[in-house]
């Protein structure tokens, strides 16, 4: 069993829809949890970051992470052809980067207009 | 303010060379750590340097090592190439690598070993 588990897709849904991107994780020890954007042939950038479970806003993204089911969501309200693009999710026991980010392999998803 | 820079962004090299890839952190950043991005493996943690020590180092042999200059940049450096670290090598930056860090990365550099 891998550590992190994300479907890697392809996504593909209509513009203005809310798409729902999901990880699972083996280890409870994990506490920070990340989503990455990444285009095709550029680095991974940073889109949310949170600590233990909850939820996180920011503007049309959110992050949920319910750590007794060891499950992390990211959602997109209305989806814009630029949001496609592969999304990773990483996660930390330390939340610094010292210990390493641990990643699911991403979901590639595409946006039609 | 800049982002990670790294260089070179492409580069070829023959099995058995070996390659050198550096990367300059977000000013105030001390914490530079590598990975390795392929497409049957993910994003795989290479090592982490904070004041030009190494504080942890993923499952990778021995071929790849780094170091960390008095300046927080930091080089990676892989001997005898084989043709499987054909890859996006990636260099991330944060302040400290702490709890709470944020950890933000560089576009890469691509190798290519044929």
């Known amino acids: 069993q891998k550590e992190v588990e994300q479907d890697p897709g392809p996504l593909s849904v209509p513009e203005g829809a809310i798409v729902s991107l999901n990880c699972t994780y083996s280890?409870?020890?994990?506490?920070?949890f990340m989503w990455y954007r990444q285009y095709s042939r550029k680095g991974p950038e940073l889109l949310m970051y949170?600590?233990?479970?909850g939820n996180k806003e920011d503007g049309r993204f959110t992050a949920q992470v319910d750590k007794s089911s060891k499950y992390i969501s990211l959602f997109i309200r209305d989806s814009q052809p630029s949001d496609s693009a592969t999304y990773l999710c990483a996660m930390s026991f330390s939340g610094g980067g010292a210990d390493g980010l641990t990643f699911g392999k991403g979901t590639h998803l595409i946006i039609q207009p | 303010k800049a982002g990670v820079t790294q260089t070179p962004r492409y580069l070829i090299k023959t099995r058995g060379q070996q390659v050198t890839l550096s990367c300059s952190p977000i000013s105030g950043h001390r914490s530079v750590s590598w990975y390795q991005q392929t497409p049957g493996q993910g994003l795989q943690f290479l090592f982490e340097y904070f004041s030009e020590t190494q504080r942890n180092k993923g499952n990778f042999p021995g071929r790849f090592s780094g170091r960390q200059f008095s300046n927080s940049r930091s080089e990676m450096n892989v001997s005898t190439l084989e043709l499987g670290d054909s890859a996006l090598y990636l260099c991330a930056s944060s302040t400290t690598g702490t709890s709470g860090n944020t950890i933000y990365f560089g576009e890469g550099s691509w190798l290519t070993v044929v």
């Open positions: 280890n409870s020890a994990f506490q920070y």
């Open positions: 949170t600590y233990s479970s």
